[in-house]
C-alpha cells in the first residue's frame, strides 16, 4: 500500500503530483481546450497528421575548428541521415571579433566553427546544395551578417533566394537574459530583428528570421513554466517591435519559430510543449489580432538537455537522451537535436554524433511514437499539467507586463533573478540527495570514464589568421571601405541595413570590420545588474 504519510510530491514549479487521476482532476474541455491537431488552439500539434505526414527535421548542431573541419563533420552526417544543417559558430564569430583579435585567440573554434569572412562560409557550405537542405544557425548578435554570407554563398550556387530555407536564431532578448553573447544595447539590436524581419518577407518566404529560444533560460536553471512564460514573452516583445516598425502581424508571425528544451521529467516536458502551442495561440488571437491560422501556430525546435548530461558514467547520458528526445517526439516538435553522450566532457566525437542521431531514427522507425498524432492526450495526468502549465505560465507574463514589460525586467534583473533562484533551489535539492542524479549523489563507482574525446587542433588558430590575412591582401580594399562607410550611414539614420550588410558581405568585409562599424554608431551593451 501507498504510504499517504510521505512528503507531497512537487515539480520543480510547486505543482502537486497526486497519487492519482481521475476525470475530473483534468480539468479540460475537450472541444475548446483541444479540438484537432491543426486546429486553433493547436493544443494537439499544428498539423493535421503531424508525423504521419512527415516527420521531424532531424538536424543534429556541430561545428568546431575551421569551415573544412565542419564541412567534413555536416557532410558526414547527411550521409548519416541527418535531413537539416544545424550550425555552431565559435564564440568570436558570435561576439563580432575577427580570430586575429586579441580578445578572440583564446576561444577560435573552440565551440563552434570559425567564420570570419565570406570566403569561410564559402567552405563551410562547400558540396551542400542549399536548395535542399535547411539550415538552422545558432547566431544572434550577428545573425544579420552570417545570414548575409548565407544568401551570398547560396547566389554562387545559383539558388535563388526564395528557395533558401532555414533559420537565424536572432533572439538578443535571451543573450540579456540567459546567455551573453550580445553586442548592442537593446534597442539597436531589435532594431537589427525587425530589418531582418521586413528582409525574410520580402526575399526569403522559406526563411525562419528568428528561433525565439527558451532553451538557454531552461539550460540556465529556468522551471518548466519559466521556461514558457518568459520564452512567449519574448515573443510577444518581438512582435510589438515589428508592429512599431510598421511590419502587419500575420505577415510576420507565420514565420517566427521557437526553441525549447527537453528535460528529464518526461511527462512534465511533454505538457510543457502541449501549454506553451495553446498559450500562445491565445496571444496571438486575443492580444495581437492575428487572422492568419499560421500566425497562431508555434512551430518550435527542440534539443535535449546539455545540463542534465554528466561527466561521470558519461553512457547514462545515452539514456537520459532518449527520454528527452521522447519527450519533445511526443509533445509534437518540428525539428529536434539529440545531445551526444559525451558533450559533458567535450565536443562530440563522430561515433559519439552517429549515436545521437540513431536515437531519433530508432525513435522514429522502430518506436511506434510516430503513429499516431498527440498519442497522450485524454491522460488525465497529462492534461492537468497542461492546464496548470499554461496558468502559471500567463500568470508570469502578466507580472513581466505589470513590471513595464520584458526590456524593463531583464534591466532591472528581475527575470534573472527568478531564473537564478530556481537553479539555486534545484542545486539544493541535487546536494542533499532529494533529488537523485544517478552516478552523481547516487549509484557511484569509484570506475572514472576516460572516453575517446574530439580535440580541437591548436593548428587552427594559425590557419584561421592565415586564411584571414590572405583574404584583407586579396579584396578590393576600396569596396570595402565604401561599403562599411554606407553600412555607417545607414545605421546612424532609418535606412534598412540588410543592403549594406550585403553589400559589406559580398566585398569580404569580415565580421569585426562590420561589428566595428555598428559599435561606433550604436554603442556596446554593459549590464547595470550583476546576479
Not at 74 to 102: K, N, V
Not at 370 to 377: Q, R
Amino acid at each position: 500500500m501507498v504510504d499517504e504519510r510521505k512528503p507531497k510530491v512537487e515539480t520543480a514549479d510547486g505543482i502537486e503530483i497526486r497519487r492519482l487521476y481521475a476525470a475530473a482532476d483534468a480539468g479540460v474541455d475537450y472541444t475548446r481546450d483541444l479540438g484537432f491537431p491543426g486546429e486553433y488552439p493547436f493544443t494537439r500539434g499544428i498539423h493535421p497528421t503531424m508525423y504521419r505526414g512527415r516527420l521531424w527535421t532531424m538536424r543534429q548542431y556541430a561545428g568546431f575548428g575551421t569551415a573544412e573541419e565542419s564541412n567534413e563533420r555536416y557532410r558526414y552526417l547527411l550521409s548519416q541521415g541527418q535531413t537539416g544543417l544545424s550550425i555552431a559558430f565559435d564564440l568570436p564569430t558570435q561576439m563580432g571579433y575577427d580570430s586575429d583579435h586579441p580578445m578572440a585567440e583564446a576561444e577560435v573554434g573552440k565551440v563552434g566553427v570559425a567564420i570570419d569572412s565570406l570566403a569561410d562560409m564559402e567552405v563551410l557550405l562547400r558540396g551542400i546544395p542549399l536548395d535542399q537542405v535547411s539550415t538552422s544557425m545558432t547566431i544572434n548578435a550577428t545573425a544579420s551578417i552570417l545570414l548575409a554570407m548565407y544568401v551570398a554563398v547560396g547566389e554562387q550556387q545559383d539558388v535563388p533566394v526564395s528557395q533558401l530555407a532555414g533559420t537565424t536564431q536572432n533572439d538578443i532578448l535571451k543573450e540579456y537574459i540567459a546567455r551573453g553573447t550580445y553586442i548592442y544595447p537593446p534597442r539597436p539590436s531589435l532594431r537589427l530583428i525587425t530589418d531582418l524581419f521586413a528582409y525574410c518577407a520580402d526575399r526569403l518566404p522559406k526563411w525562419n528570421p528568428i528561433s525565439v529560444s527558451g532553451y538557454h533560460i531552461r539550460e540556465a536553471g529556468a522551471t518548466a513554466v519559466q521556461e514558457v512564460a518568459f520564452t512567449l514573452a519574448d515573443g510577444v516583445t518581438y512582435l510589438q517591435a515589428a508592429r512599431e516598425a510598421g511590419l502587419a502581424i500575420d505577415r510576420i508571425a507565420p514565420r517566427l519559430s521557437f526553441f525549447f528544451a527537453a528535460q528529464m521529467n518526461l511527462l512534465e516536458e511533454v505538457a510543457k510543449f502541449r501549454a506553451a502551442r495553446r498559450l500562445w495561440a491565445k496571444l496571438m488571437r486575443e492580444r495581437f489580432g492575428a487572422t492568419d491560422p499560421r500566425s497562431m501556430m508555434l512551430r518550435f525546435h527542440t534539443q535535449t538537455a546539455g545540463v542534465s548530461l554528466t561527466a561521470q558514467q558519461p553512457d547514462n547520458n545515452v539514456v537520459r537522451v532518449a527520454i528527452q528526445a521522447l519527450a519533445a517526439v511526443l509533445g509534437g516538435t518540428q525539428s529536434l537535436h539529440t545531445n551526444a553522450k559525451d558533450e559533458a566532457l567535450a565536443l562530440p566525437t563522430d561515433e559519439s554524433a552517429v549515436l545521437a542521431l540513431r536515437t531519433q531514427q530508432i525513435l522514429a522507425f522502430e518506436s511506434g511514437v510516430a503513429a499516431t498524432v498527440d498519442p497522450l492526450a485524454g491522460s488525465y495526468y497529462v492534461e492537468h499539467l497542461t492546464r496548470e502549465i499554461e496558468q502559471r505560465a500567463a500568470a508570469l507574463m502578466d507580472q513581466i507586463e505589470q513590471a513595464g514589460g520584458v526590456l524593463r525586467a531583464l534591466e532591472s534583473g528581475w527575470i534573472q533573478a527568478q531564473i537564478a533562484d530556481a537553479a539555486y533551489r534545484e542545486s539544493t535539492r541535487i546536494e542533499a540527495g532529494d533529488q537523485i542524479v544517478v552516478g552523481v549523489n547516487q549509484y557511484q563507482t569509484d570506475e572514472v570514464a576516460r572516453p575517446q574525446t574530439q580535440r580541437v587542433s591548436p593548428e587552427v588558430l594559425a590557419r584561421q589568421k592565415a586564411r584571414l590575412a590572405r583574404v584583407r591582401s586579396e579584396r578590393n580594399g576600396d569596396a570595402v571601405d565604401r561599403a562599411l562607410q554606407r553600412l555607417r550611414r545607414a545605421a546612424g539614420g532609418d535606412e534598412k541595413l540588410m543592403p549594406h550588410l550585403l553589400e559589406a558581405v559580398r566585398a569580404y568585409a569580415t565580421i569585426g570590420e562590420i561589428c566595428d562599424t555598428l559599435r561606433s554608431v550604436f554603442g556596446v551593451y554593459r549590464p547595470s545588474v550583476a546576479v
